[in-house]
């Protein structure tokens, strides 16, 4: 089983991706192949809506978006993980999002089953400073709406309210080992 982490914040060693590593760890540590990539340093550029890729099926911007693309599809699981920014995700994940476009294009108008045979999974990680309720809502319903367009069941999510100092998640240990807990059971319900 291949577990897919992808960190999205351009903090890096910040809350989110504090949580997303504990999640791979989980996920590694109960037998899962789990990898990191991380966006900041890769060239991703916004999509321009030049829907190419609802002809084609692919999408024409020359970038690094192309093995983010074949690693999402290999994965067994993917867990994107991002910071909230003005009540959504931050800019990064946001670019990844709608490159992702690609396989809305494929699913929703070429009618395309992206994996036959397989079924893969979404987690959501992520983290904000405030504590109101509201704080994830947008972001949740973007995911729901993303893992959708990729043929993934929405599998969990851990979200944090109250966290804004870089690692300042690490105080709450309990939740560090939700994120962990998470992954290890994803892996072992794969299993089953
Ligand atoms: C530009 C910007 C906008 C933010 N907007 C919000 C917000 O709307 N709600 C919130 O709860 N936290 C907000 N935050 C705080 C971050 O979500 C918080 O610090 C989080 O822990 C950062 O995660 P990271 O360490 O993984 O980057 C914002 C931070 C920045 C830099």
Redesign the pocket.
């Known amino acids: 089983m291949k577990l897919l982490g992808i960190s999205t914040?351009?903090?890096p060693g910040?809350?989110?991706?504090l949580l997303l590593d504990a999640f791979l760890r989980g996920g590694g540590d109960a037998g899962a192949e789990a990898e990191k990539i991380t966006l900041q340093g890769l060239k991703l550029l916004p999509c321009t809506q030049c829907d190419a890729c609802r002809e084609k099926g692919w999408c024409i911007l020359q970038d690094d978006i192309g093995a983010i693309y074949e690693k999402i599809l290999l994965a067994d699981v993917t867990a994107l993980?991002s910071?909230?920014?003005?009540?959504a995700h931050?800019a990064q994940a946001k670019i990844l999002i709608d490159r992702c476009q690609v396989f809305w294009a494929r699913t929703f108008i070429q009618k395309e089953i992206l994996t036959p045979g397989r079924t893969r999974q979404g987690v959501f990680i992520s983290?904000?400073?405030?504590q109101?309720e509201k704080?994830f809502a947008g972001a949740k319903l973007t995911m729901k709406y993303f893992f959708n367009s990729l043929q993934m069941v929405y599998a969990g999510e851990i979200l944090v309210?109250g966290?804004?100092v870089?690692g300042?998640v690490l105080k709450q240990p309990a939740i560090m080992n939700d994120a962990y807990k998470l992954g290890q059971k994803i892996v072992n319900q794969a299993a089953d």
């Open positions: 914040s351009p903090r910040g809350n989110t991706d993980a910071p909230i920014y003005f009540m931050c983290a904000g400073a405030t109101g704080v309210n966290v804004d870089k300042a």
